[in-house]
């Protein structure tokens, strides 16, 4: 969990980081800086939500396959636990950069 958090941390601020040429543009053109951080958080919360997909699957999968195995996955609470932190961190490392990006004036972002 601790390094699927830490890839989610280096990952997402990334995204936003490749998009602040965008962000200073909206900004440039009227937007809100409320209005731009939704949509970057957006982003970074539907990556997140198709990783979860597919980590629900991979259980189902697993669950499909045997009773050991069926017992081992889904007795856990690990099961609810780590995809609630896993986002709780997605949502951070999402939330903090886009802030960050709006800040910016979008004269200083636009000549970088």
Known sequence: MLLAGIG???VLPLSVSQRRREIAVRLALGASPRGVLPLTVREGMTLVAIGRRCGWSDIGDAAAEGDVVRDECLRSA???IVPAVLGIVA???SYLPARRAA???PIVALRD
Request: proline letters at 0%; a negative charge.
């Open 8 to 10: 989610l941390y280096s």
């Open 78 to 80: 690990d099961v609810a």
């Open 91 to 93: 949502l951070a490392a």
């Open 103 to 105: 800040a910016v004036d």
